[in-house]
């Protein structure tokens, strides 16, 4: 079965500090890549996503992750981070013989301060 | 813009009884999911359900769980039976269209299910 690891359990950064947030999965298939964000009240929301192609990938916000195969690994980056993206952070892979189901890592809690 | 919304945001039951969760996914799409988050654990998988039956089901939507979508609009989670254990927080998920397989879930806000 498939596990997804996220390194940082607790993050604490300053605004316009550079982010990024450790996933790495074991599967050896095929696999797409999520990475959601729950806000403090809020329900997740999706950041990315990787299915194929190009492997660095653009989301919303200013968040970029790069898929690297040869790591299993699919960590999240921005450059310079807002107070704003205080949140809780989820890396999520679905296998591609796995039907749709997702299996989250155990989540980031990053805090910025202002 | 569509969302998935889940009533009631939270449940308080005791040991034994049994819980309905209700979520309405977003109208268009075709593929529905249940997860759950233990109060410091993981998001978990419970089930998929697509063209009215389930795809998948994970080892913990055992036989005291079932999933129904009773009109057009509503997904049910039912506890038959509930548990200490069942005590987490609830999320519904949607996605897909008839295009894409593999594609986002939208998730609800989710319900605190609290087991007494």
Redesign the interface.
């Known amino acids: 079965a498939q596990s997804v690891s996220q390194h940082n359990h607790h993050v604490i950064l300053s605004e316009a500090a550079s982010l990024e947030l450790g996933c790495n999965y074991s599967y050896g298939g095929t696999v797409?890549l999520?990475w959601?964000v729950q806000y403090p009240g809020?329900?997740?929301?999706?950041l990315l996503?990787y299915?194929s192609g190009d492997p660095l990938v653009k989301g919303i916000k200013g968040f970029e992750a790069e898929f690297i195969k040869s790591k299993f690994s699919f960590n999240l980056r921005k450059p310079s981070v807002q107070w704003s993206d205080t949140a809780e952070y989820?890396c999520?892979v679905?296998a591609?013989n796995?039907?749709?189901?997702?299996?989250?890592?155990?989540?980031t809690r990053l805090m910025v301060k202002p | 813009e569509p969302e998935v919304t889940q009533t009631p945001s939270h449940q308080v039951t005791q040991m034994g009884q049994e819980v309905i969760l209700r979520c309405v996914p977003i109208s268009n799409h075709l593929y529905f999911y249940w997860y759950r988050q233990i109060l410091g654990q993981k998001v978990e998988f419970l089930v998929s359900f697509y063209n009215n039956e389930i795809s998948e089901k994970s080892e913990i939507f055992d036989d005291q769980f079932s999933v129904e979508r009773p009109d057009g609009s509503n997904f049910t989670l039912k506890i038959r039976s509930t548990k200490l254990e069942d005590s987490a927080m609830y999320f519904c998920a949607s996605s897909g269209d008839h295009r894409k397989l593999i594609d986002e879930q939208f998730f609800g806000p989710g319900t605190r299910l609290t087991v007494l």
Do not use: D, I, P, R
Request: aromatic share 20%; proline share 0%; glycine share 16%.
């Open positions: 797409n999520f959601y809020q329900h997740l929301q999706l996503k299915f989820f999520a679905n591609n796995a039907g749709n189901m997702l299996t989250f890592g155990g989540g």
